[in-house]
Structure formats: C-alpha cells, structure tokens
C-alpha cells in the first residue's frame, strides 16, 4: 500500500517538510503538494522553480 504525504516548503530555508514535522514554520510556508516521498517532492519543487531547495533532516529518517 502506497502512502501518500503532505508536504510544505519553507520559503526562508528553502527546506520541505513533510505533514507533521516540528520544523514547518507557521509562516513563510507554501504548500507543495501530496507526494509518495520526500525525493519525488523534492523533484517537483526543482520543478515548480525551487532551485535551492532541500529536504528538512528532521524528515528525511
């Protein structure tokens, strides 16, 4: 069974956070989407023109 996660990207540190993540800011945060993993939501940011754009280390366990 596949799951699949929210995900915001942090407009400051370029960093996306998955769903329930103690890092998302409160602000300066912008919905990416509902992806399988952080890799393929880190492939659509780059996508969407987040050039510098990193996975949080608190999520990428």
Same mark, same amino acid.
């Given at each position: 069974?596949?799951? @699949?996660?929210?995900? +915001?990207?942090?407009?400051?540190?370029?960093? !996306? &956070?998955?769903?329930?993540?103690?890092? *998302?800011?409160?602000?300066?945060?912008? @919905?990416?989407?509902? +992806?399988?993993?952080?890799?393929?939501?880190? !492939? &659509?940011?780059?996508?969407?023109?987040? *050039?510098?754009?990193?996975?949080?280390?608190?999520?990428?366990?």
């Amino acid at each position: 069974m596949t799951v @699949y996660v929210d995900f +915001y990207i942090d407009t400051k540190t370029n960093e !996306i &956070h998955q769903f329930g993540c103690n890092h *998302i800011p409160i602000e300066d945060n912008i @919905y990416l989407g509902i +992806y399988r993993n952080l890799e393929v939501a880190l !492939i &659509h940011a780059k996508s969407k023109g987040f *050039i510098n754009t990193s996975i949080c280390n608190s999520c990428n366990i």
